[in-house]
Structure formats: C-alpha cells, structure tokens
C-alpha cells in the first residue's frame, strides 16, 4: 500500500501532512513546528489508524507493505532538506537568487513553468547522487 503525503508550510508558520489516502474509515495527518515534527507526528496518526483496525476486528494491512510518499511544497522541501544551499541551487537552476528565497520563504509562490524547472532540478540532483560511489 502506498501512502502520498501532501506536505505543506501553513499561514501560521507550521507545517502539516495529510492524506486522502485511508485505512478503514481513519485518514491520516500531521502538524509541527519543522517537517520532521510534521512527520512524526503523521507516522503517529497512521499507526494509531493500525491499532483502530485491530481493535475493530478489521483486516490491516501488513506495516512492512506500506510506504509512504511526500510530495513537498517548496517551503517545506527546503525546511526538511535543510543542508541545501538556497543560494547555489537557485544558481543551479537558474533562478533569481532573491525569488528563490521568496519560494523558500512562502513569501511567494513559483508559476508552473519556474515549479517544473525546479523540480527537474531536484530529480537531476537526485539521479547525480544514486550514482554516486564512496
């Protein structure tokens, strides 16, 4: 079973997870200070839906088969992989340095085209790492 986990920074400055996905009638989703905190919390909420299961007598899924998917808004991408130099991926992805910080920031928010851009650039930076060899 896969899980897609929409991770987003809120107006409040905190960063939630939740998903349409579901097991049994028990949805999923997380709240935090950080992204991390956010999925802690999230993984809490899934497990508690395991427990609810069980305890309803209801068929669970094995916890080994599930997996789950973060689709990250650019604020909270930033927040969770947080070694990544803002200044040099902007550079990277040829993007104005202050807008990308904007991005960060959620202060703004990317148009399709500049998304797309940066999400090649993250999947091209993704594939350089896997084949990396130490």
């Known amino acids: 079973m896969n899980i897609t986990a929409i991770v987003e920074k809120g107006n409040d400055g905190l960063y939630s997870i939740y998903s349409e996905d579901h097991i ?43 997996s789950i998917t973060y689709r990250y808004d650019i604020p909270s991408f930033f927040n969770f992989f947080d070694f990544i130099n803002v200044s040099k991926f902007a550079e990277y992805v040829g993007i104005n340095e202050s807008k990308m910080r904007a991005y960060k920031s959620g202060v703004a928010f990317p148009g399709e085209k500049t998304s797309a851009k940066i999400f090649k650039a993250v999947r091209q930076i993704a594939l350089d790492l896997s084949a990396v060899a130490l």
């Open 24 to 66: 049994g009638n028990s949805y999923f989703g997380g709240f935090g200070e950080s992204v991390s905190e956010a999925k802690k919390d999230f993984v809490s909420s899934l497990e508690e839906a395991l427990r609810e299961q069980v305890q309803e007598n209801q068929p669970v899924p094995d916890r080994r088969e599930i």
